[in-house]
T-cell receptor, first 115, second 118 residues
Framework: AQSVAQPEDQVNVAEGNPLTVKCTYS??????LFWYVQYPNRGLQFLLK??????LVKGSYGFEAEFNKSQTSFHLKKPSALVSDSALYFC?????????????FGSGTRLSIRP | GAVVSQHPSWVICKSGTSVKIECRSL??????MFWYRQFPKQSLMLMAT?????????EQGVEKDKFLINHASLTLSTLTVTSAHPEDSSFYIC??????????????FGPGTRLTVL
């Protein structure tokens, strides 16, 4: 069975500081990993994904995530946070090479950037 | 590219009425669309997977007669909440998978529809 854990309900960071939003996963076989962002009353926007290749994945709005197979983690990072980054962030996983496999979402982490 | 629209963005209806929500992929063809439900401050719950030209696959616990899904074309899927009740009030989000990226499975999400049943 697949699962995703986002251990922090909320992350608070001062503007300009680096931010990290944590994600760990469990999947049989190799994973496809995703990060999405959701603004209030909106759908999810795709940020980045890991499929294969480089463990460090760069995505939209200056975000990046590092795939760590040994720790089964895919933490989202940004070197310098902006107030506009405040939103709800979802990590998601799917089993690789299986089009029938569903995407499983984590519970979400609310990121709050203070000026 | 990869834009998904939903209509309406919000709807208020009386208990017992039916409500139809449309999900369209605007600039790509989607063989598969997904319908999610999101409660306040919670994650997305997959309701059903909709494949073009075939019956939808519903998740355990989701009533298929209550939530009718039709995927009539490669760019349109509809969710009809039949005989809506206040407990059906929620934020409904659809997503579509680009048929050219089946294996990598990047899903593109619509903006969501907020349903309020009085």
């Amino acid at each position: 069975a697949q699962s995703v854990a986002q251990p922090e309900d909320q992350v608070n960071v001062a503007e300009g500081n680096p931010l990290t939003v944590k994600c760990t996963y469990s999947v049989s076989g190799n994973p496809y990993l995703f990060w999405y962002v959701q603004y209030p009353n909106r759908g999810l926007q795709f940020l980045l994904k890991y499929i294969t290749g480089d463990n460090l994945v760069k995505g939209s709005y200056g975000f990046e995530a590092e795939f760590n197979k040994s720790q089964t983690s895919f933490h989202l990072k940004k070197p310098s946070a902006l107030v506009s980054d405040s939103a709800l962030y979802f990590c998601a996983v799917r089993r690789a090479y299986s089009s029938a496999s569903k995407i499983i979402f984590g519970s979400g982490t609310r990121l709050s950037i203070r000026p | 590219g990869a834009v998904v629209s939903q209509h309406p963005s919000w709807v208020i209806c009386k208990s017992g009425t039916s409500v139809k929500i449309e999900c369209r992929s605007l600039d790509f063809q989607a063989t598969t669309m997904f319908w999610y439900r999101q409660f306040p401050k919670q994650s997305l719950m997959l309701m059903a997977t909709s494949n073009e030209g075939s019956k939808a696959t519903y998740e355990q616990g989701v009533e298929k007669d209550k939530f009718l899904i039709n995927h009539a074309s490669l760019t349109l899927s509809t969710l009809t909440v039949t005989s809506a009740h206040p407990e059906d009030s929620s934020f409904y989000i659809c997503s579509a998978r680009d048929r050219t990226s089946v294996n990598t499975d990047t899903q593109y999400f619509g903006p969501g529809t907020r349903l309020t049943v009085l």
